[in-house]
């Protein structure tokens, strides 16, 4: 393994260690209530949903490291990719401990569909970190013509299954429409 990327993995599994520690003293749960880990779980209106390893959303956090990659090398083209890596990590784990916070919990049920949302578990969070540092290396190593057709194509294939997405999670975060939630709920 070269020096960069074993300093890159050194770098996420610290990032994912703070992280897991920070979310577990903010009361979040390690694992699903339902007592086991699944690789997916693929059933958005469930209780499971952002419980384990993988999900319909997992696409999203992908997305992130994509977009983190293009915006950290545009700030910072002569950086190296570690020093890259880790301002993304910064952000996306800033994330996903706001994310569990009661304030977007609240927030994620009021304004989307997300009724039952209650927060990710811990080991969901740190997939999703996973995730985001797999779309960062993606778009690090890929032409940009096919980072911006992962982007497309995992946007396309969310909001046609699950009629949600990245773009749609951030409107309705950020500026929900009725008409958008209405239909979301089929």
């Known amino acids: ?9 050194a770098i996420a599994a610290a990032a994912i260690a703070a992280t897991a520690v920070i979310l577990h003293l903010m009361g ?3 694992i699903c209530k339902c007592g086991y880990v699944k690789l997916w779980h693929g059933v958005v209106v469930s209780s499971e949903n952002s419980q384990h390893l993988s999900d319909w959303y997992t696409p999203s956090h992908i ?5 983190f990659y293009a915006l950290f090398t545009w700030l910072m083209p002569r950086a ?8 993304a990590l910064v952000v996306e784990c800033a994330w996903e401990i706001f994310e569990n ?37 993606l778009a690090a190593r890929l032409p940009v013509w096919a980072s911006v057709a992962i982007i497309v194509f995992f946007e396309a294939l969310t909001t046609y299954l699950i009629r949600d997405g990245l773009a749609l999670n951030i409107l309705m975060l950020v500026w929900p429409l009725e008409a958008v939630k209405a239909w979301q709920g089929g």
């Open 28 to 30: 979040r749960i390690w």
């Open 80 to 87: 190296s990719i570690a020093t890259r890596l880790t301002f």
């Open 63 to 67: 997305i992130h490291g994509i977009l």
């Open 101 to 137: 916070t009661n304030f977007i919990i609240n927030r994620y049920r009021e304004a989307t569909i997300s009724l039952d949302y209650f927060g990710d578990s811990i080991v969901n969070s740190a997939a999703d970190i996973v995730a985001m540092v797999i779309g960062f290396f």
């Open 1 to 9: 393994m070269n020096r960069t990327l074993l300093k890159s993995v």
